[in-house]
């Protein structure tokens, strides 16, 4: 039985409170925590990340994996302000995003788009660490263009406190193609003061394996994707018992909630082809019957294609 903190990745559209509350409900304990996905600070507006509040008011989040918050963004107040709201309604820590590789995020030099320019990240970490109430912790890549990048930022996030790092050894151009660079993560271990939380490409129990042996000084390891292509991937981590059908029964319970939300019917159709489209991974179908589910066009239509496949994979 492993201790090693596993954390749930942010991921906009599908990890949001929906997910994580039905994760919950069928996998409990499996992840320790969850970072939500991002409240961004865009064009500086305190609003347009307080819209997205509901994610992580503590109300909607008390039976669900425990979630820390997550700020994309580099306006100093505004960060402060909202870092400091969150702490009012109960945050101890908030994450800063400086790894998002979205184009037109990065090229407004937020997400890892600042990490070219280790002068404006100091300025942001000058600017909100002594202004801040909660702890900060941080989610980054490598660099954006280059993987040498992470060597100038080093040394400015060693000088501040700060609760962990998390990597994910890739550059922002790269996206999430190419394979993710553990040599140079190797590298740049040793010169981090931080604890650093490790995150990318684990799909299986043995990939997790792998990375704690290669990297035994990490301190925790963050799962996205392998989530969802595989739900029970965290409790087998986690050498949790789990009932044989887990994964459909994760999907019938994950498309039941979705049900329940009130909004057009579109929107479900939407919000359950998002996850559809990772989450058919851990079913039984091939890809062409995936598909189908993809094609249909009604909600009625979508959940009978699905519950034919999570039916057929319970026999
Ligand atoms: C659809 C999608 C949305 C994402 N949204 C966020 C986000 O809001 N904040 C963030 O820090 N990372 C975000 N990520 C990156 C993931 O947190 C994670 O770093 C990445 O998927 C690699 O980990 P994995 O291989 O375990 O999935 C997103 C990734 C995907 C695929």
């Given at each position: ?6 954390i749930l990745a942010p991921m906009q559209g599908l990890t949001e409170r929906l997910f994580r509350h039905t994760f ?292």
């Amino acid at each position: 039985m492993t201790t090693m903190p596993l954390i749930l990745a942010p991921m906009q559209g599908l990890t949001e409170r929906l997910f994580r509350h039905t994760f919950h409900q069928c996998f409990n304990g499996a992840f320790d925590y969850a970072i939500s996905p991002f409240l961004s600070l865009t064009h500086g507006n305190l609003n347009d990340a307080w819209d997205k509040i509901d994610d992580v008011l503590p109300a909607h989040n008390t039976d669900s994996i425990p979630v820390v918050p997550q700020i994309l963004g580099k306006e100093t107040d505004e960060f402060v302000a909202l870092a400091n709201r969150l702490y009012d309604i109960g945050y101890h820590e908030v994450n800063w995003n400086i790894g998002c590789p979205m184009r037109r995020v990065a090229g407004k030099h937020r997400g890892s788009g600042i990490l070219p320019y280790p002068n404006e990240v100091q300025a942001v970490l000058d600017g909100i660490i002594p202004k801040i109430k909660p702890a900060l912790s941080i989610k980054m890549r490598l660099g954006y263009y280059d993987d040498a990048e992470i060597s100038k930022i080093i040394p400015i996030l060693n000088q501040y406190p700060i609760a962990n790092i998390t990597i994910h050894p890739r550059t922002g151009k790269q996206q999430y193609g190419g394979s993710v660079n553990l040599d140079r993560l190797a590298e740049i271990l040793p010169d981090i003061k931080h604890p650093v939380i490790y995150n990318g490409d684990i799909r299986t129990v043995d990939q997790y394996h792998a990375v704690l042996h290669r990297f035994p000084q990490i301190a925790g390891v963050m799962i996205g994707r392998g989530a969802l292509y595989n739900p029970t991937l965290p409790s087998q981590i986690k050498s949790k018992t789990y009932h044989d059908n887990a994964s459909s029964l994760f999907i019938d319970q994950l498309i039941a909630n979705i049900m329940n939300l009130p909004i057009p019917d579109q929107g479900k159709i939407r919000k359950i082809k998002e996850y559809w489209c990772l989450l058919w991974q851990s079913t039984k179908a091939t890809e062409a019957q995936s598909k189908i589910v993809l094609r249909s066009a009604t909600l009625d239509e979508v959940t009978t294609a699905i519950k034919k496949i999570t039916t057929f994979a319970a026999n």
